[in-house]
């Protein structure tokens, strides 16, 4: 039933996900070096996974949702709050971003701000929660700081089918995509997780280009 509603305004973010997200660190971090340091980019996720990896030193990045809800402070008293690299000690991070916590208009300039503060970002693990509405991206960072620019994750929008929309079996899809610091190579469409299309990607859109 969450999983049906996962469009709905009442939709339960706060209560959904979490021990998926914790199996998912769990199996990442196992395949990561010995003293990989946990880095949550908000203090709900690094709470959450505090409670499922019965860990309470997991680090936190400045987020307007710490300051927003209050806790920034109490991460500060606490020797939480990450505010840059040097801290980590020079371990290797698995920084764990809750993509879905920011608006999506806002998500490039979030990004941004992780490169400026952690360097270019490696692709992703995905976890994605009834359907992507609770979506979560995990990054393996090396112990040292890359070099070069910044790379974030890509970025996409469907614009038709618009949501709710009934379609036959065959339909149409447009919408945009990008990739900061490599680009794409290419766009596929999937539907239920399952790869059904190669989208005609690269034509002219200098709208979403500014």
């Excluded at 660190?25 to 196992?30: D, F, L, N, Q, T």
Aim: hydrophobic share 45%; with cysteine.
């Amino acid at each position: 039933m969450r999983a049906r509603f996962a469009a709905a305004k009442w939709y339960p973010a706060n209560f959904a996900g979490w021990d998926a997200l914790g199996d998912a660190v769990r199996s990442k971090r196992a395949g990561m070096p010995g003293g990989t340091r946990i880095l949550a980019d908000n203090f709900k996720i690094g709470a959450e996974l505090g409670f499922a990896l019965d860990d309470p030193r997991i680090a936190v990045l400045p987020h307007p949702l710490n300051t927003h809800h209050g806790r920034a402070p109490q991460l500060g008293v606490w020797d939480l709050l990450v505010e840059e690299r040097a801290q980590l000690d020079g371990r290797p991070v698995l920084l764990v971003v809750g993509a879905s916590e920011v608006r999506y208009r806002d998500l490039l300039a979030h990004y941004h701000a992780l490169c400026d503060r952690l360097g270019p970002l490696p692709p992703p693990t995905g976890v994605n929660i009834d359907h992507g509405r609770q979506r979560f991206l995990l990054f393996a960072l090396p112990a040292q700081r890359e070099q070069g620019p910044c790379t974030t994750p890509a970025m996409a929008y469907v614009d038709m089918p618009k949501p709710g929309a009934r379609v036959g079996r065959d339909f149409e899809v447009t919408g945009w995509a990008f990739k900061d610091g490599v680009g794409l190579a290419r766009v596929e469409i999937t539907l239920d997780d399952q790869v059904v299309g190669v989208a005609d990607y690269g034509q002219a859109d200098p709208g979403i280009a500014a």
